[in-house]
């Protein structure tokens, strides 16, 4: 959209100065991306640009594109809103017309830079009862934390600028997370995005063919939810697919990542798996979190490495999987429940701190079978005393190791009512790279 105080010619120059800068330089799908839907809507057909014709045209998806299997163009017009705000924040300061892309828009925005915009909030669907909302109110806590972690990392960083950074830091946390504590850049944590559905208790039935889409309940299943969750009756239950969902241990987990971040001075920030690319692992310092069943990541990141993962099918439930197990090792680690409820259970999770995908950057997969493996992983790496324990163990297998450390380790955690107790090592391998 170009609004009558900014001419065609300043829109145009405006989308040059983008693409020519450094900033843009090595992003060559951005650049298509943006000059793609900037043309089109400075030809006045900004009506016509929806995701399906940007997948199909931009990236080359071709005729038979499905948007619902394929979220190329959502993670890439997230990646694009990141870079001109990065942009705008750094060389394009003082440039006298902006380009925005608005949240949930393909149609880029050409606005004079001294007009402050005010996109309008989307409206949230009707909350469902307390009981009900379970992993909706989980998302908004995990958000909330590490919120209130970052507050914090930026306020001890302040206090701690004039000192030495990260000092106090001690020994056995400074070897195994030393190239990330003294990288200014940073890193990332990465949240997972499980396939899930929010349960909804609506005091009357929901329209059809009206959006958002929601799979009624009925029968033994219905009945099933009401004593789960102590529903009271009447009114009438819902499934509502939910993509955007953090898990408790994972939420638990970040703000312990970003408290030994602080202590560092090192910025943290987050992002969600459905929005990362190749491009964000090659730049970025990369902490992926949650199993292969809820971050596509996992997979091909783990693929040439002795420790994988595999995903629930038919009867066979997740797994971690040993690809050369030692002599005594197990080929395959589940979670073995231990009452009917599932509410005490031993559980694994698999740690694999690795070389960035391009060797230059650090990379770290914190990969529970469940969340509450994953927190206990994380627990377990921000502990000096239990890492203490496993620079003993690293430096038992390569005594005259002085590299970072690579490594992947699982590590088993009992589980009563979804709190995990203390993480224990069952298995070690030491990465050469």
């Known amino acids: 959209m170009v609004p009558a105080t900014v001419s065609e010619a300043e829109a145009r120059e405006a989308l040059n100065r983008v693409?020519?800068?450094?900033?843009?330089?090595?992003?060559?799908?951005?650049?298509?991306?943006?000059?793609?839907?900037?043309?089109?809507?400075?030809r006045g057909e900004g009506s016509r640009i929806n995701e399906y014709l940007i997948g199909a045209e931009v990236f080359e998806r071709g005729p038979d594109y499905s948007p619902q299997e394929d979220g190329v163009v959502r993670r890439q017009a997230h990646a694009l809103r990141r870079k001109l705000h990065e942009y705008y924040e750094t060389e394009g300061r003082a440039d006298p017309v902006r380009i925005e892309l608005p949240l949930?828009?393909?149609?880029?925005?050409?606005?004079?830079?001294?007009?402050?915009?005010?996109w309008p909030v989307p409206a949230r669907i009707k909350a469902a009862p307390a009981q009900a909302r379970w992993p909706l109110a989980t998302a908004i806590l995990a958000g909330a934390l590490v919120f209130l972690a970052g507050l914090w990392a930026g306020r001890y960083t302040s206090s701690t600028a004039a000192g030495s950074t990260g000092a106090g830091i001690p020994p056995a946390v400074r070897e195994i997370w030393g190239p990330w504590l003294e990288d200014p850049s940073g890193a990332v944590i990465c949240f997972s995005n499980p396939?899930?559905?929010?349960?909804?208790?609506?005091?009357v039935p929901h329209p059809e063919g009206v959006l958002p889409r929601r799979l009624r309940l009925r029968g033994e299943a219905e009945q099933?939810?009401?004593?789960?969750?102590?529903?009271?009756?009447?009114?009438?239950?819902?499934?509502?697919?939910?993509?955007?969902?953090?898990?408790?241990?994972?939420?638990?987990?970040?703000?312990?990542?970003a408290q030994l971040f602080a202590?560092?001075?090192?910025?943290?920030?987050?992002?969600?798996?459905?929005?990362?690319?190749?491009?964000?692992?090659?730049?970025?310092?990369?902490?992926?979190?949650?199993?292969?069943?809820?971050?596509?990541?996992?997979?091909?990141?783990?693929?040439?490495?002795?420790?994988?993962?595999?995903?629930?099918?038919?009867?066979?439930?997740?797994?971690?999987?040993?690809?050369r197990p030692?002599?005594?090792?197990?080929?395959?680690?589940?979670?073995?429940?231990?009452?009917?409820?599932?509410?005490?259970?031993?559980?694994?999770?698999?740690?694999?701190?690795?070389?960035?995908?391009?060797?230059?950057?650090?990379?770290?997969?914190?990969?529970?079978?469940n969340t509450q493996a994953t927190q206990a992983a994380i627990?377990?790496?921000?502990?000096?005393?239990?890492?203490?324990?496993?620079?003993?163990?690293?430096?038992?297998?390569?005594?005259?190791?002085?590299?970072?450390?690579?490594?992947?380790?699982?590590?088993?955690?009992?589980?009563?009512?979804k709190v995990p107790t203390r993480a224990t090592p069952v298995a070690l391998r030491l990465i050469r790279e």
């Open 19 to 42: 693409l020519r800068s450094r900033t843009f330089e090595r992003s060559e799908r951005l650049q298509k991306f943006l000059r793609y839907v900037c043309e089109i809507t400075l």
């Open 104 to 118: 949930g828009r393909y149609v880029p925005v050409f606005r004079p830079a001294e007009e402050e915009t005010h």
């Open 195 to 203: 396939l899930s559905a929010v349960i909804k208790h609506l005091p």
């Open 224 to 257: 099933w939810v009401r004593e789960e969750f102590r529903l009271p009756p009447g009114g009438y239950l819902y499934f509502a697919p939910a993509k955007s969902q953090g898990k408790m241990g994972e939420a638990i987990g970040a703000v312990h990542l």
């Open 263 to 323: 202590q560092a001075g090192v910025a943290v920030r987050t992002t969600q798996s459905r929005f990362l690319t190749w491009e964000d692992l090659r730049s970025q310092n990369m902490i992926l979190l949650g199993h292969n069943e809820a971050n596509a990541w996992v997979d091909p990141l783990l693929e040439r490495y002795p420790f994988r993962l595999t995903a629930t099918r038919g009867v066979r439930q997740r797994a971690i999987v040993n690809t």
């Open 326 to 369: 030692a002599p005594g090792e197990p080929r395959d680690y589940f979670i073995a429940y231990s009452d009917p409820s599932g509410d005490r259970a031993e559980e694994f999770a698999l740690v694999s701190m690795l070389p960035g995908v391009d060797g230059r950057r650090q990379l770290l997969l914190v990969n529970g079978l």
């Open 379 to 417: 627990e377990y790496l921000t502990s000096a005393s239990r890492l203490s324990e496993l620079v003993h163990m690293l430096r038992r297998q390569a005594p005259g190791h002085s590299r970072p450390w690579h490594f992947q380790l699982v590590l088993r955690t009992e589980v009563r009512d």
